[in-house]
C-alpha cells in the first residue's frame, strides 16, 4: 500500500570539501559533499508531525535513490539555494525569513562519485570561526519532498518502509551532527582526521571522537536497547517479541489484572461458603434432625446417599394427599415446588403428625350435605329418641 506525503524535512548530510579565505574575509568550500544515494536513513514520526502506522519514539528508514537525488529537478532545485546556519523554523527560508537567517549560498551543483555536491560561500563571520575551529562542519539539506510509505530493499540490503520522491531542494544549513553520515562536511581537501569510532544510536550513526570512556558508554547502552528489542516476554504458555508485540502483551496484562479483580470479588463468597467445623457440625445436626422427622413421617423413608432437600421432598410426595401439604403447596407439584416452599411443608408436617391432630383438622375441607329430589326434605338432624321432645 502506497501513502503520500509532501514534507519539509532538515536532512542532515556532513560534508568535506576544500576551504579557502577570499580577500573579503568570505569562506569558499569548494566542492561540499550535501548528501548520498542511494541510501537509507532513518526518521522519526514525530518529525513529519507523525504518521498513521507508525509509533513515535520508533525509527523507520526511508529510502533514497540515486535517480532521484541526482535527478535533473533535484539539482536544478539546489542551485542558489541559501547556506543558514542551523534550519530556520519550518524548514524553509523564503523571502519574509532569508535575510535573518542566510549565511552565504550554494552554487555549482552536481553529481560525483556517488554524492551530491556544491560550492559554498559563507560570508558570515559567525559561521566561518564555528567551520574554522570545526566547532559546526557538517551540513543538513532543508527540502520539500512526498514520502512515499512503501516497503523495499536497498541495493545494499538495508530493508525500508519508504521511499522520498520529487525533492525540492530549500537551503542547506551548518549543523553539528549529519544524518548522511560523517564523510559529508565541509573542511579541508585532506583533513587530518582524528581517531574516531561510530556509534548508532536508536538507528543513527555518530562518530565520537578520541573518547574511550564516552564511547564506551554509548556502546554499552546500544547493547542494551539491541537486548531489550531482541527479548522475549513470556506469559503463562504465550511468548511475545517485546519490541513488536507490546500490544499483544497488554492485551494479556489487561485480562490478568480483569481476572484477579473477578477472583477478589469472589473471594468473601467462598470464605462465607467455607466449611468449617462448625459449620459441618450444624449440617451434620441439621441432617439428623430432617431424618429424625421423616422417619417419624415415613418410616419406610430411604435416607441413604439422600440429600436432605431430597429427604423432605420424597416425605412431602408421600403426604401429597394432606390438606395440609396442598395448602403450603397452593397446588403445585412437589417436584416443581421451590425449595422454601419445601422446607415449609416439611416443618409443618413434622410438627402436626398425626391425621387427628388439631392443626391439621383446620386445612380439612367442609361441607353441606346436598339434597337430590323430594328425598328427605328436613335438613334438620334427626334426633334420638331421647332427645326427642315428650307428647303432651
Same mark, same amino acid.
Given at each position: 500500500?502506497?501513502?503520500?506525503?509532501?514534507?519539509?524535512?532538515?536532512?542532515?548530510?556532513?560534508?568535506?570539501?576544500? *576551504?579557502?579565505?577570499?580577500? &573579503?574575509? !568570505?569562506?569558499?568550500?569548494? #566542492?561540499? /559533499?550535501?548528501?548520498? @544515494?542511494?541510501? +537509507? *536513513?532513518?526518521?522519526?514520526? &514525530?518529525? !513529519?508531525?507523525?504518521?498513521? #502506522?507508525? /509509533?513515535?519514539?520508533? @525509527?523507520?528508514? +526511508?529510502?533514497?535513490?540515486?535517480? &532521484?537525488? !541526482?535527478?535533473?529537478?533535484?539539482?536544478?532545485?539546489?542551485?542558489?539555494?541559501?547556506?543558514?546556519?542551523?534550519?530556520?523554523?519550518?524548514?524553509?527560508?523564503?523571502?519574509?525569513?532569508?535575510?535573518?537567517?542566510?549565511?552565504?549560498?550554494?552554487?555549482?551543483?552536481?553529481?560525483?562519485?556517488?554524492?551530491?555536491?556544491?560550492?559554498?560561500?559563507?560570508?558570515?563571520?559567525?559561521?566561518?570561526?564555528?567551520?574554522?575551529?570545526?566547532?559546526?562542519?557538517?551540513?543538513?539539506?532543508?527540502?520539500?519532498?512526498?514520502?512515499?510509505?512503501?516497503?523495499?530493499?536497498?541495493?545494499?540490503?538495508?530493508?525500508?518502509?519508504?521511499?522520498?520522491?520529487?525533492?525540492?531542494?530549500?537551503?542547506?544549513?551548518?549543523?553539528?551532527?549529519?544524518?548522511?553520515?560523517?564523510?559529508?562536511?565541509?573542511?579541508?581537501?585532506?583533513?587530518?582526521?582524528?581517531?574516531?569510532?561510530?556509534?548508532?544510536?536508536?538507528?543513527?550513526?555518530?562518530?565520537?571522537?578520541?573518547?574511550?570512556?564516552?564511547?564506551?558508554?554509548?556502546?554499552?547502552?546500544?547493547?542494551?536497547?539491541?537486548?531489550?528489542?531482541?527479548?522475549?516476554?513470556?506469559?503463562?504458555?504465550?511468548?511475545?517479541?517485546?519490541?513488536?508485540?507490546?500490544?499483544?502483551?497488554?492485551?494479556?496484562?489487561?485480562?490478568?489484572?480483569?481476572?484477579?479483580?473477578?477472583?477478589?470479588?469472589?473471594?468473601?463468597?467462598?470464605?462465607?461458603?467455607?466449611?468449617?467445623?462448625?459449620?459441618?457440625?450444624?449440617?451434620?445436626?441439621?441432617?439428623?434432625?430432617?431424618?429424625?422427622?421423616?422417619?417419624?413421617?415415613?418410616?419406610?423413608?430411604?435416607?441413604?446417599?439422600?440429600?436432605?432437600?431430597?429427604?423432605?421432598?420424597?416425605?412431602?410426595?408421600?403426604?401429597?394427599?394432606?390438606?395440609?401439604?396442598?395448602?403450603?403447596?397452593?397446588?403445585?407439584?412437589?417436584?416443581?415446588?421451590?425449595?422454601?416452599?419445601?422446607?415449609?411443608?416439611?416443618?409443618?408436617?413434622?410438627?402436626?403428625?398425626?391425621?387427628?391432630?388439631?392443626?391439621?383438622?383446620?386445612?380439612?375441607?367442609?361441607?353441606?350435605?346436598?339434597?337430590?329430589?323430594?328425598?328427605?326434605?328436613?335438613?334438620?338432624?334427626?334426633?334420638?329418641?331421647?332427645?326427642?321432645?315428650?307428647?303432651?
Amino acid at each position: 500500500m502506497k501513502k503520500n506525503f509532501h514534507l519539509k524535512i532538515g536532512d542532515f548530510a556532513p560534508s568535506q570539501s576544500s *576551504r579557502t579565505l577570499s580577500q &573579503e574575509g !568570505f569562506l569558499l568550500c569548494v #566542492g561540499a /559533499k550535501l548528501a548520498k @544515494a542511494p541510501q +537509507v *536513513r532513518n526518521y522519526y514520526p &514525530e518529525e !513529519f508531525g507523525g504518521i498513521e #502506522g507508525f /509509533k513515535e519514539g520508533f @525509527a523507520f528508514g +526511508v529510502y533514497t535513490s540515486a535517480e &532521484e537525488l !541526482f535527478s535533473k529537478a533535484t539539482i536544478s532545485s539546489a542551485e542558489g539555494r541559501d547556506a543558514t546556519n542551523s534550519h530556520p523554523p519550518g524548514n524553509q527560508v523564503n523571502a519574509a525569513t532569508w535575510q535573518g537567517y542566510s549565511i552565504g549560498d550554494l552554487t555549482n551543483v552536481r553529481e560525483e562519485d556517488g554524492y551530491l555536491v556544491g560550492d559554498l560561500l559563507i560570508k558570515d563571520k559567525n559561521a566561518i570561526e564555528q567551520i574554522q575551529t570545526n566547532e559546526k562542519i557538517e551540513l543538513s539539506l532543508g527540502y520539500a519532498a512526498d514520502l512515499i510509505i512503501e516497503s523495499g530493499v536497498a541495493p545494499d540490503g538495508t530493508p525500508y518502509h519508504a521511499v522520498f520522491k520529487n525533492i525540492q531542494v530549500n537551503h542547506v544549513a551548518l549543523v553539528h551532527y549529519g544524518r548522511c553520515g560523517g564523510d559529508c562536511r565541509v573542511g579541508d581537501h585532506n583533513p587530518n582526521p582524528e581517531k574516531t569510532m561510530k556509534i548508532i544510536v536508536d538507528g543513527i550513526p555518530f562518530d565520537v571522537a578520541d573518547n574511550e570512556a564516552l564511547a564506551a558508554a554509548l556502546k554499552k547502552e546500544q547493547d542494551q536497547l539491541a537486548n531489550l528489542r531482541a527479548a522475549k516476554l513470556k506469559i503463562g504458555d504465550q511468548e511475545f517479541s517485546i519490541a513488536t508485540e507490546l500490544d499483544a502483551v497488554q492485551a494479556v496484562a489487561d485480562q490478568m489484572v480483569t481476572s484477579n479483580k473477578q477472583m477478589a470479588e469472589k473471594i468473601p463468597v467462598l470464605e462465607a461458603n467455607q466449611a468449617t467445623p462448625e459449620k459441618l457440625e450444624a449440617m451434620a445436626a441439621d441432617r439428623a434432625a430432617v431424618i429424625q422427622d421423616a422417619k417419624k413421617l415415613d418410616p419406610n423413608i430411604k435416607t441413604d446417599g439422600c440429600t436432605c432437600e431430597q429427604i423432605k421432598r420424597e416425605v412431602i410426595k408421600a403426604k401429597a394427599g394432606d390438606a395440609l401439604v396442598t395448602a403450603v403447596l397452593g397446588g403445585v407439584a412437589v417436584g416443581d415446588a421451590a425449595v422454601d416452599r419445601i422446607d415449609t411443608a416439611f416443618r409443618a408436617l413434622a410438627a402436626t403428625t398425626g391425621t387427628m391432630n388439631p392443626a391439621n383438622q383446620l386445612f380439612q375441607p367442609t361441607s353441606t350435605p346436598t339434597q337430590v329430589g323430594d328425598e328427605n326434605k328436613n335438613t334438620q338432624p334427626k334426633l334420638e329418641k331421647w332427645q326427642q321432645p315428650l307428647s303432651p
